[in-house]
């Protein structure tokens, strides 16, 4: 749903915005930054809500995610997000199979993709409970649609999807390898930083993303929470 909406979105934004590429990545903006927050809510008590590869590779790395389960669900978020092109496609009476002709290449793509990966996943590591993190998500994602150069991707298996629509989400998958590499990139570097900012929270059991971690017996606030 995810993918479907970053791409059917930019779809109908593309034909009605008249031309106007600020108002079609505006509507686009709004779409994602909606259903985002929307998803984090919804799945975030089921399975972690967690829909981002280098999310999963994070958490596995510091420990709150067994590396098989992790493997799965790289697996599934990319089989998810192409279907989502998919389905954007049948949505619009597209055709179903396309390859991207939408350039995104060189240096600043590859900063900003890496500054956008490196932000959610300091949101990730940095936010203190369960509640916070769907609209700090989805936040962070609205803001970095505009600042950065990329329009911010900040997710391998999105960067996937987006290859296979030859529409207003697009990117050539040429240069997707190239994203998906300065994506995990910042996502590495977050972990570092993060790990200096937040070293005061305390880690938690191993578990896959925002369901809420069992309090100590003298303190009700929940403990820190990952994505």
């Known amino acids: 749903m995810l ?41 975030g008590p089921i399975s972690g809500a967690h829909f981002n590869p280098a999310v999963s590779g994070i958490e596995a790395l510091r420990g709150r995610l067994l590396w098989r389960d992790a493997g799965a669900y790289a697996a599934i978020q990319i ?17 179903v199979w396309q390859l991207s002709t939408h350039v995104r290449s060189g240096p600043a793509q590859w900063l900003a993709e890496a500054v956008a990966a490196f932000g959610l996943l300091l949101v990730v ?3 203190r409970r369960a509640e916070e993190a769907p609209w700090m998500v989805a936040c962070w994602i609205g803001a970095a649609y505009w600042f950065t150069a990329s ?9 996937i999807a987006r290859s296979l629509t ?9 240069d997707a390898p190239a994203f998906i590499a300065a994506q995990l990139i910042g996502a590495i570097t977050a972990l570092g930083v993060g790990r200096l900012l937040f070293s005061a929270l305390k880690p938690t059991t191993i578990s896959s993303g925002f369901e809420t971690a069992t309090p100590p017996t003298d303190d009700k606030r929940p403990e820190a929470l990952n994505v």
Do not use: K
């Not at 030859?166 to 040429?174: E, K, L, S, V, W």
């Open 79 to 95: 089989l998810g997000c192409c279907a989502g092109a998919i389905l954007a496609h049948l949505m619009f009476e597209l055709p």
């Open 125 to 127: 590591i940095g936010h």
């Open 3 to 43: 993918a479907a909406t970053v791409i059917g979105s930019g779809i109908m934004a593309q034909r009605l915005a008249a031309g106007n590429v600020a108002i079609a990545l505006l509507a686009n903006t709004g779409a994602t930054v909606a259903v985002l927050y929307m998803l984090i809510a919804l799945f």
């Open 166 to 174: 030859d529409t207003f989400a697009g990117i050539r998958p040429i």
């Open 151 to 159: 329009t911010s991707f900040a997710n391998p298996a999105i960067t």
